[in-house]
């Protein structure tokens, strides 16, 4: 089944303490992205990566790292959580740049 | 101002309704224009594109009008499985550059 699969789904941790949220898709697409969604605020791109090793920020990077090592891999990591960064995110892939974007489940993370 | 913005809602309607969403966005460089439904605390999924000349999916009626700058989204025959929030996006030239709006609520009820 063709997807995008995230993990953790709920996570809650403390200030300071890294994370990593994984995300891999099995569509061979080249196209992947991180969002969160704040209410009121919709979703907001964090970063993007057009291919393996090709990355750029979105409009709400500060705070976050990817890596795109390989093509069906992109986490997201949090060196240093803040509260601030309680939010809904979302991994999203897809084949090109003006195709059908997929999204992950979605993972739901409190820093307290 | 937001580069997209919709009414947040919620719409009430009863089954059999037909209801309308509009979008406005500000960037007159958009290139592409879709709408994604999103059911509560699920992932957003593309429920149609729009295309310049408006198109149709059954029930789904998307109009573009980019002189306007706004993109349409018309349900008729509204269903009790419509229930969810409709997310206007637009994608800049660029790569994955999409552009959401907060989302529009729809309630039907019986």
């Known amino acids: 089944e063709a997807q995008v699969t995230q993990n953790p789904r709920y996570l809650i941790t403390v200030t300071g303490k890294k994370l990593t949220v994984t995300c891999s898709q099995n569509m061979n697409h080249e196209y992947m992205s991180w969002y969160r969604q704040d209410p009121g605020l919709g979703l907001r791109q964090i970063y993007y990566s057009m291919n393996v090793e090709v990355t750029d920020k979105g409009d709400v990077p500060e705070g976050y790292k990817v890596s795109r090592k390989e093509k069906r891999n992109f986490p997201l990591i949090l060196e240093s959580p803040s509260p601030n960064q309680t939010s809904l995110y979302f991994c999203?892939?897809?084949?090109?740049?003006?195709?059908?974007?997929?999204f992950g489940q979605g993972t739901r993370l409190t820093v307290v | 101002r937001k580069e997209v913005e919709q009414d947040p809602g919620p719409f009430n309607v009863p089954e059999g309704a037909t209801v309308a969403f509009n979008c406005t966005y500000s960037n007159s460089a958009s290139q592409s224009f879709f709408w994604y439904r999103q059911d509560c605390r699920k992932e957003p999924k593309l429920l149609m594109s729009v295309y310049s000349s408006g198109n149709e999916d059954g029930r789904f009626t998307a109009q573009l009008n980019r002189a306007s700058q706004y993109i349409s989204l018309l349900i008729r025959d509204s269903k009790l499985s419509d229930s969810a929030t409709y997310l206007c996006v637009v994608r800049w030239g660029g790569y994955n550059k999409l552009i959401f709006g907060a989302g529009t609520r729809l309630a039907v009820h019986p």
């Open positions: 999203a892939s897809s084949l090109r740049d003006n195709t059908e974007a997929f």
